[in-house]
């Protein structure tokens, strides 16, 4: 795990820094008050900070039975922290507090991590984080799979090949790089012409296609996708080789960052390794089933890559130059 990516918070926690990057990011927004509120939340924001890194730390000794539980909630405090710097009054009610998503009551007998589902409830921390944040309206009752969300990580690439025989992305350039370029095949995928792909791929992006620029059986486009969502979305970001990817499934191509696919990942975890002790004994030391590697490779990469985005958020809100 990236634990090295937790110290890039360290620079936040003075009260002295705090403030000022709060009255700073305030006063962009137009909050009212913006410069009492600053001082009403530094001390807040620290301990938000600090907690979420204290639970982080602890993951790199932890046996992988808890690790979940100590992942998640160190994922939340950290996401309080970045939404203190866009909600200044958070939490104003009791509404937020709770996660904001369930889980399905398990079926005993021939139960599979990745057939199940979570469902958005219509308050909580979940939806409050999304609008706050990353400006994504969550519908109530709006279910994921625990595949479509693993299949959204590139870093699992390796393991869901290994696994599931199944290739859910595609490596489609650098994401430093000013452009990428699409094989043709994803035109089966997607059930579409090659000009109304392109059409398709420019709507949901910030890229443009280079019509005399094809290498055989690609299309190229250019441009960099806005990291507004710290996710690249829709496409997909492999923190530990810079690349973009371009998922396989057309229904999957929409716009919805990559932070509330682990929260929700993590929070099925937590849920599972608390409440369903027994079947997570069994996951863990029977070595019966394929998603045990899937769910070992996820909480090895966490950590390091939801920091990775957390921070970034910071700097955005602070206008700090990364």
Known sequence: MAHSN???FHPFLSVETAQKL????????????????????????????????????????SPLSIKPVLLFYGMIQLLKACLL????????STAVLA??????????????????????QKNGLFSHISDKMFHVKQMEGTKYSMQELLYS???????????????????????????VSIPLTILDDYKLTQDRFIQYFQTHTSFKHLANEQPKQMMTFSGTQENQSLSYSPLLYHHQNS??????????????????????????LSMICRYE?????????TFNSSDLSLIIQFLDITAGKTAHYLHTFLMRVFDIEE
């Open 277 to 285: 002790t027994e079947w997570w004994g069994e996951l863990l030391h």
């Open 153 to 179: 990580i590139p870093e699992l690439e390796e393991a869901i090949k290994i696994t599931k025989n199944k290739i859910p992305f595609l490596p489609i350039g650098l994401a430093t790089a000013s452009t």
């Open 6 to 8: 937790l110290n890039l």
């Open 243 to 268: 690349m973009l990817y371009i998922t396989r499934k057309k229904e999957h191509f929409t716009f919805f960052p990559e932070v509330l696919v682990h929260y929700l990942l993590l929070y099925n």
């Open 22 to 61: 709060l009255k700073k990011g305030y006063h962009k927004n137009q909050v009212e008050n913006y410069e009492q509120k600053s001082y009403q939340n530094a001390y807040s924001f620290i301990y938000f900070i600090e907690h979420g890194l204290t639970y982080l730390q602890q993951t790199k000794n």
């Open 99 to 120: 996660h904001g998503v369930s889980t399905r009551k398990r079926k005993k007998q021939s139960y599979e991590f990745i057939q199940d589902e979570v469902k958005i």
């Open 85 to 92: 710097t866009v909600d200044p009054s958070y939490p104003e």
